[in-house]
C-alpha cells in the first residue's frame, strides 16, 4: 500500500510538468461546436477526414458529418455507439460500433446509405462488443473488437482471436499493421497471419493508444499511459527523457514531421516534438470547453479536430492568426503593444502587461513566455504604449506612466491621457504634447528624465488623436466635433484652435480622424480620404489613396513596407502597397476571420515588422504572421451539400455526396441526372466550402444555367432558393474564393423538370393525332358543306340576276326620276330668281313714273323746260321697258306649271294687278316684300288679298298660299 502511494505521488509529481510548463504567447483560435449543434451524443470517439476534405466522427449516437458549413448525423441501425472509422481511397466510409460493423458510401440521391457486412461474419462470431479501432491494410479492412480481430476482403470476413485475454490495440502506419495481444505482446500481420516482433513483449502491460511515422522506415508506439517508444527496423525500444506522468493519453496525431499531438484526461491536449519536448497546450484556460479529450485528428490544413465531452473542437493551429490573451482570468481588452528590450508590453483595460522575449526573430506568437501585470498601472485604462528616449510611456486612466523595470512610474499624475506627440523627430526629444481628456499638457526632458509642465491654455476638449504637419503644426480629430489644427506655443504654454467641419470640405462634421502616411497629414472619413489644401484652406478628397474613395475608414497605420492597415465598421483591412516607375498603388484585401474581433473606435495596429503585426482586441491581442498569411495558397474548394425540391411535400434531390467519376473526380454522373415531376418548380441549395481554419474568409457565387446568363454577386450566404421555374433542363453552377482571391473549380448539378402530363410527349402525339383526324373530318365536311352551298349559290345566282335585272330597270327610273326632280328644283330656283328680279324692274318703273310726274311738274319753268323733256323722255322709255309684265306672265308660267294661266282660264274675274299678288304669294313674298314691288302700301296688299280670297271663293280658315300652290 506505501509502494503504491509513492508510485501515485510520482506520477503526479511527473504529471505536473506539462501543467507548469510554458504555453506559447500565441494560442490559435479554438472554435467550440456543441453537441446540440450536430444533435450527437456525450462523446466523439473517433475522427476522419475524406478527401473532398468532410470531416467525419464517430460518436456515441452515430456517424457526424461536417462540411463546413453543414452537420449531419447518420445514426447506426442499431442506434449504438460508433467508436471507430477508416475511410478508404474510394471514400467508403469503414465504421464500426457495438455488435455492428460496416460501411457508408453515397446512395439513392446521392445520400450516405449504411451496409452492414455483420452477415458475413461466421455465426460463431457475430456477436461481439464494441469495434476500438477500424484500419485498412492493402484492400483489406480490419475491425477490431477486445476479444476478436475481423479481416474484411472479397466479400468475406475471416477471424483473429488473441492467444490469451484480449486483443488491446490495433493500428496501422506506413504500410505496416500492429496488434497488442495482451498475452502476446506486440504482433505485426505479415503474409496472412500475426507475428511478433523482435522484443515486442517489452511493451506487455501497457496499451498502445496511437501508431504513427516518423521519419523513414521510423515509427513511435505512443501508449495510453503518456509513453513513447520508437519502432526501427523491426526493434522496439523506449524513448528515454520523457516526464512521465499520471497523464491518461487515449489519443494521438502526427502534426508534421516534427510534431505531434495528444489527448489527455485532464489536461486537454498537449503538442510535442517526436523529441517529446513540449511545444503548447491548449486546454480549458486557452478555450476548450473541458479537458478530458477523448480524440484527436489533425486535418490536411494542419487544424486539430478535438473530442471533447459534449462538444467537438476545432484548433485552427496552422493559423498565422494567433490570439494574446495577457490576463486569462479578466480577460481583459487590449488597447496597443510594444517590443522594447526583448519584452513584449500591451496596454489594456486592467493597466500593462509584459512578457520576456527569449528571441526577437522569426514569429513572435510561438515564443514560450508568460504575461505579467506591470506594477502599478492596474486599476485603470492604459490606452497608448509609446516609446521615446528609450522610455516607454503608457498612457493611463490615472495620467502618465513611465515603465521602469516592470513598474509604472507616474510623471505626470491627475487626468487622463489618451496619447503622446513628441514635436521633434531629433533624438532626444525634449518636449512632448500629451492629448488628454480635457485638452493639451506638455512634458519636458530635463535632466535624467521627463517631467510635467501641466497643461497647455487652450480650448478644452478631448484630444485623442495629435499628428504633426511639416510645419511645425499639429492636427487633431474629434469623432463629433471635426478637426482641430493647432499651433502650439510651449514657450508660453498655450495654444490656438481652428475647428473644420462640413463647411469646409470635409463630408461630414461626424466620424473624421487624422493620421501620417508617407509623411502625408490625411484624414480618413465616412467617405473616403481626404487631405487639406493649404491655398483654398478647404479638405479634398485624397489622390494617392483614392483606393479608399467612399469608403468610411477610421484608423490607418503603415507598416515597414508601405503597406497601410486600416479598420472600416467591423473590418480589418491592408491596402497592400506596390511601385513601380510610373506609379505608386494599393490593392485592398480583408481579414474576415477577424471581423467583430477588433475594437470599435479604439482600433490600434502595431506592425514591428511582416511576421508580427498586434491588433487591439477584444481579448487581448490579435497576433498575425503576415508573411505567412500572404504565402498562404490553398485552393479553395466547394462542395454542394443538399438540393430539396419544394412542393407540398418537399423532396430530397441530393444528399451532398457525388460518386467519384472516370477521372477519379467527385461529380455528377449521367446516370444521377435526375427528371422532376412538374409539381416541383421550387428548388433550396445548401452549399459549403471545407475551409475549417477560416471559415468567414469564404464567398460564393452561383449561376442556374438555362435560367440565369450572368453569375451571381459574390456573397458569404450558404444558401439559395429559387422559385417558380418553368419546365426544362437545368444545370446549377457553383464556385466559390476566398479573401486572397484564389478560386475553387466550379462544381455542377443537373436536373430536369418535365412538363405537366399534358404537355409530355405522349400527350402531344395524341394531341397530334387528334388534330390530324380533327382536320381530316373538318376537310371532309367542308368539302360536302361546298358542294351543298355550290348548288344553293348557283340557284341562289339565278334568283339574284332575276332581281339584280329588276332592281337595275327600278334604279333607272329612280334616277330618271332624281334627274327630273334636280332639273325641276334647278328651274324652280332660276325662275324664282327671275320673278325676283322681274319684280325689282317692276318696282323701279314705279319709281320712274314717280319721278317723271314730279318732272313734268317742274316744266313751268320755262329755263328748264328742255332738259326737262329730255329726262321725261328718258324716264318714259324705262318706264315702258320695265313694264313689261307680259313677258314677265310668259316666263313665270313656264316655271310654275301655267299658274297665272290657270288661275286665268278658272277664275276670269282676277285683274292683272290680282294675278300679279297671286304671283307674288306663290313665291312666297312677304307683304311688305309685295307692297315695295307693286307701289302700294301693306294695307293695300291685305285688300287685294282679300279680294282674291273672295274671287277665288276661299272659306275662312282656308290658306291662300296652300290653294296656290296646289293648283
Known amino acids: 500500500m506505501k509502494k503504491a502511494f509513492v508510485y501515485i505521488t510520482i506520477l503526479l509529481a511527473f504529471g505536473s510538468v506539462h501543467v507548469s510548463a510554458q504555453n506559447t ?93 455483420k452477415s458475413m461474419i461466421p455465426q460463431q462470431y457475430r456477436n461481439f462488443s464494441d469495434i476500438w479501432n477500424t484500419v ?102 523506449h524513448i528515454d527523457n520523457i516526464p512521465r ?22 489536461q486537454g491536449c498537449i503538442i510535442q516534438d517526436f523529441q517529446h519536448h513540449f511545444i503548447q497546450r491548449i486546454s480549458v484556460k486557452e478555450g476548450l470547453k473541458n479537458n478530458n479529450v477523448t480524440s484527436v485528428f489533425v486535418d490536411r490544413e494542419k487544424n486539430i479536430w478535438v473530442g471533447v465531452d459534449n462538444s467537438i473542437s476545432l484548433v485552427n493551429y496552422n493559423s498565422p492568426i494567433k490570439f494574446l490573451s495577457p490576463d486569462t482570468v479578466n480577460n481583459v481588452i487590449g488597447y496597443s503593444s510594444l517590443i522594447f528590450k526583448d519584452n513584449l508590453y500591451i496596454s489594456s483595460s486592467n493597466g500593462a502587461f509584459v512578457a520576456p522575449l527569449s528571441s526577437l526573430k522569426g514569429d513572435l506568437s510561438l515564443v514560450k513566455s508568460r504575461f505579467s501585470l506591470v506594477k502599478n498601472s492596474d486599476d485603470g485604462e492604459g490606452w497608448q504604449l509609446e516609446e521615446m528616449n528609450q522610455e516607454i510611456f503608457l498612457a493611463h486612466n490615472k495620467g502618465v506612466f513611465v515603465i521602469r523595470n516592470n513598474q509604472a512610474v507616474p510623471v505626470a499624475a491627475g487626468a487622463g491621457c489618451w496619447t503622446f506627440l513628441p514635436t521633434s523627430s531629433v533624438y532626444p526629444v525634449t518636449d512632448i504634447v500629451v492629448g488628454t481628456y480635457w485638452g493639451l499638457d506638455l512634458l519636458q526632458y530635463a535632466g535624467n528624465g521627463f517631467h510635467s509642465r501641466g497643461a497647455l491654455k487652450g480650448r478644452s476638449d478631448s484630444y485623442r488623436f495629435l499628428v504633426q504637419d511639416e510645419t511645425g503644426g499639429i492636427w487633431a480629430s474629434h469623432p463629433y466635433r471635426g478637426i482641430y489644427q493647432l499651433q502650439v506655443s510651449t514657450d508660453s504654454m498655450k495654444f490656438n484652435t481652428r475647428l473644420f467641419t462640413n463647411a469646409d470640405g470635409l463630408p461630414s462634421t461626424f466620424n473624421n480622424y487624422v493620421f501620417k502616411i508617407r509623411n502625408r497629414i490625411v484624414f480618413p472619413t465616412e467617405s473616403g480620404v481626404y487631405e487639406f489644401d493649404p491655398a483654398t484652406a478647404k479638405f479634398i478628397p485624397s489622390k494617392f489613396l483614392s483606393v479608399f474613395d467612399g469608403l468610411p475608414v477610421r484608423y490607418m497605420k503603415e507598416d515597414d513596407k508601405g503597406n497601410i492597415w486600416f479598420c472600416s465598421g467591423k473590418k480589418l483591412g491592408i491596402a497592400r502597397f506596390s511601385a513601380n516607375d510610373r506609379q505608386v498603388t494599393y490593392t485592398i484585401s480583408y481579414f474576415p476571420e477577424l471581423e467583430g474581433y477588433t475594437l470599435s473606435n479604439f482600433d490600434n495596429v502595431y506592425p514591428y515588422n511582416q511576421q508580427n503585426i498586434f491588433i487591439g482586441s477584444e481579448n487581448g491581442s490579435i497576433h498575425i504572421n503576415y508573411e505567412k498569411y500572404a504565402e498562404q495558397k490553398l485552393q479553395p474548394t466547394v462542395l454542394l451539400n443538399e438540393i430539396k425540391a419544394i412542393g407540398k411535400e418537399d423532396s430530397l434531390v441530393f444528399g451532398g455526396f457525388f460518386l467519384r467519376d472516370k477521372k477519379d473526380a467527385f461529380s455528377q454522373q449521367p446516370q444521377e441526372v435526375v427528371s422532376l415531376s ?37 456573397t458569404s450566404k450558404k444558401e439559395k432558393d429559387y422559385t417558380n421555374l418553368p419546365a426544362g433542363k437545368y444545370t446549377f453552377n457553383l464556385k466559390a474564393r476566398d479573401n486572397l482571391n484564389h478560386e475553387s473549380a466550379t462544381v455542377q448539378y443537373t436536373f430536369t423538370i418535365m412538363p405537366p402530363w399534358y404537355m409530355s410527349v405522349w400527350a402531344k402525339a395524341v394531341y ?200
Request: aromatic residues 12%; charged residues 25%.
Open 678 to 714: 412538374s409539381v416541383f418548380s421550387s428548388f433550396h441549395f445548401e452549399f459549403s466550402s471545407p475551409i475549417y481554419g477560416r471559415p468567414n474568409n469564404i464567398e460564393y457565387s452561383y449561376r442556374l444555367e438555362g435560367y440565369e446568363r450572368e453569375w451571381s454577386a459574390w
Open 768 to 967: 397530334f393525332l387528334v388534330l390530324c383526324l380533327l382536320f381530316y373530318l373538318l376537310n371532309e365536311w367542308h368539302r360536302r358543306k361546298l358542294l351543298q352551298q355550290q348548288k344553293k349559290f348557283d340557284e341562289k345566282q339565278k334568283q339574284l340576276e332575276y332581281i339584280h335585272q329588276l332592281e337595275l330597270e327600278k334604279n333607272e327610273k329612280e334616277i330618271i326620276k332624281l334627274q327630273n326632280e334636280k332639273l325641276a328644283s334647278e328651274v324652280a330656283l332660276k325662275n324664282k330668281e327671275l320673278a325676283s328680279t322681274s319684280m325689282q324692274l317692276e318696282g323701279n318703273a314705279n319709281t320712274f313714273h314717280k319721278l317723271r310726274e314730279e318732272v313734268i311738274k317742274l316744266d313751268n319753268n320755262p329755263n328748264n323746260k328742255s332738259d326737262i323733256k329730255s329726262i321725261i323722255s328718258l324716264l318714259k322709255e324705262v318706264e315702258d321697258n320695265n313694264a313689261n309684265w307680259d313677258k314677265f306672265a310668259v316666263h313665270f308660267d313656264e316655271a310654275n306649271d301655267n299658274l297665272l294661266k290657270k288661275l286665268k282660264k278658272d277664275y276670269p274675274k282676277l285683274s292683272q294687278s290680282e294675278l300679279k299678288i297671286c304671283a307674288y304669294l306663290y313665291l312666297n313674298f312677304s307683304s311688305k316684300q309685295i307692297s315695295q314691288l307693286s307701289n302700294i302700301t301693306v294695307r293695300g296688299v291685305e285688300i287685294h288679298r282679300y279680294r282674291i280670297r273672295k274671287k277665288l271663293g276661299l272659306q275662312t280658315g282656308e290658306s291662300l298660299n296652300s290653294f296656290l300652290g296646289n293648283l
Open 136 to 237: 485498412a491494410l492493402g484492400e483489406s479492412i480490419f475491425f477490431r473488437a477486445s476479444d476478436r480481430i475481423f479481416m474484411l476482403v472479397n466479400n468475406r470476413i475471416e477471424v483473429f482471436l488473441p492467444t490469451k485475454g484480449e486483443w488491446l490495440f490495433m493500428g496501422e502506419a506506413g504500410g505496416r499493421l500492429l496488434a497488442m495481444d495482451q498475452h502476446a505482446g506486440l504482433l505485426e500481420y505479415k503474409r496472412n497471419k500475426w507475428l511478433p516482433l523482435v522484443n515486442g513483449s517489452s511493451l506487455k502491460g501497457r496499451v498502445p493508444a496511437d501508431f504513427f511515422e516518423s521519419g523513414e522506415d521510423k515509427f513511435i508506439i505512443a501508449t495510453i499511459d503518456n509513453n513513447l517508444f520508437s519502432l526501427q527496423n523491426d526493434s522496439i525500444s
Open 25 to 117: 504567447l500565441g494560442i490559435p483560435l479554438i472554435i467550440n461546436y456543441n453537441k446540440s449543434l450536430y444533435k450527437g451524443g456525450l462523446r466523439t470517439w473517433d475522427i476522419k477526414q475524406d478527401s473532398r476534405g468532410i470531416m467525419y466522427f464517430a460518436n456515441d449516437e452515430g456517424l457526424v458529418t461536417y462540411n463546413g458549413g453543414f452537420w449531419k448525423l447518420y445514426p447506426l441501425p442499431n442506434k449504438t455507439i460508433l467508436r471507430s472509422i477508416y475511410i478508404d481511397k474510394n471514400d467508403r466510409v469503414y465504421v464500426g460500433g457495438q455488435d455492428e460493423i460496416g460501411y457508408f458510401e453515397p446512395g439513392a440521391n446521392n445520400v450516405l446509405r449504411y451496409t452492414s457486412v
Open 245 to 266: 506522468g499520471d497523464l491518461y493519453t487515449p489519443s494521438f496525431a502526427r502534426i508534421s514531421d516534427s510534431e505531434y499531438v495528444k489527448s489527455t484526461s485532464t
